[in-house]
T-cell receptor, first 114, second 114 residues
C-alpha cells in the first residue's frame, strides 16, 4: 500500500516561531511536493523537488523553505511563522515522467499560527 | 492567478439527482485529473484524461476532456450520500516540465442528502 506520511497532523505556533513539517514517502518517488489548501482557493504549490537536494519554487514560495536531504523525505520550514500561514499543508509525491502520473497525497497537517 | 476555474463552488442535492461539475481554463493542458477529498484526508485521484474529447467512466461518474484540452467536466448520475466530498480538478500545463506539477481548481464541495 502506497503511503505518504506527514509527521504532524496538528501544530500550533506563535507568531515568529519556527515551524517544521516533515513528510516521508515509501514509494521511491523522485518528485515530492508541498501544497497549502485554503477554502475557495484549492491547492496552491509552495515548493517541489524532483530529486535529492533539488528544489524549485512553486506559485507561493514566500515565507517558506524546503529541504530534501534524502529521497524519501521532504521537509517544509517556516522560519518565522505568521498568522497568514495558518492553513492546511499537504505533502505529495509522484514518479518522474509524464505529467499525467498519479500524485499521492498525505493526510495533511493543520498549522495554526496565533 | 487562478488558471483553472471550477464551478460550482458548492452543490447541495438530494440522493438520486444528477449533477455536473465544470473545470474551465484559457490554457491548454496536456492532461487533466480529478481528485476527491474527504474531511481529514488528502485528495485521492479518481481519473486522468489525456486526449482531447476523451470520455472516461467510473461507475456512476463520467469524466470528459474538452476537444481543445482547455476544459473538463465531471458528471455524477443518481448521486449517493457516499459521493459527498470535495472534488478537485487539476491540470498539467502543456509544454511544461515532466516533473508532474499540477494547477488545481478551487474545488467543489458536494453534499448529497439522503
Amino acid at each position: 500500500d502506497v503511503k505518504v506520511t506527514q509527521s504532524s497532523r496538528y501544530l500550533v505556533k506563535r507568531t515568529g516561531e519556527k515551524a517544521f513539517l516533515e513528510c516521508v514517502q515509501d514509494m521511491d518517488h523522485e518528485n515530492m511536493f508541498w501544497y497549502r489548501q485554503d477554502p475557495g482557493l484549492g491547492l496552491r504549490l509552495i515548493y517541489f523537488s524532483y530529486d535529492v537536494k533539488m528544489k524549485e519554487k512553486g506559485d507561493i514560495p514566500e515565507g517558506y523553505s524546503v529541504s530534501r536531504e534524502k529521497k524519501e523525505r521532504f521537509s517544509l520550514i517556516l522560519e518565522s511563522a505568521s498568522t497568514n500561514q495558518t492553513s492546511m499543508y499537504l505533502c505529495a509525491s509522484s514518479l518522474r515522467g509524464a505529467p499525467g502520473n498519479t500524485i499521492y497525497f498525505g493526510e495533511g497537517s493543520w498549522l495554526t499560527v496565533v | 492567478t487562478q488558471l483553472l476555474e471550477q464551478s460550482p463552488q458548492f452543490l447541495s442535492i438530494q440522493e438520486g439527482e444528477n449533477l455536473t461539475v465544470y473545470c474551465n481554463s484559457s490554457s491548454v493542458f496536456s492532461s487533466l485529473q480529478w481528485y476527491r477529498q474527504e474531511p481529514g484526508e488528502g485528495p485521492v485521484l479518481l481519473v486522468t484524461v489525456v486526449t482531447g474529447g476523451e470520455v472516461k467512466k467510473l461507475k456512476r461518474l463520467t469524466f470528459q476532456f474538452g476537444d481543445a484540452r482547455k476544459d473538463s467536466s465531471l458528471h455524477i448520475t443518481a448521486a449517493q450520500p457516499g459521493d459527498t466530498g470535495l472534488y478537485l480538478c487539476a491540470g498539467a500545463r502543456a509544454g511544461g516540465t515532466s516533473y508532474g506539477k499540477l494547477t488545481f481548481g478551487q474545488g467543489t464541495i458536494l453534499t448529497v442528502h439522503p
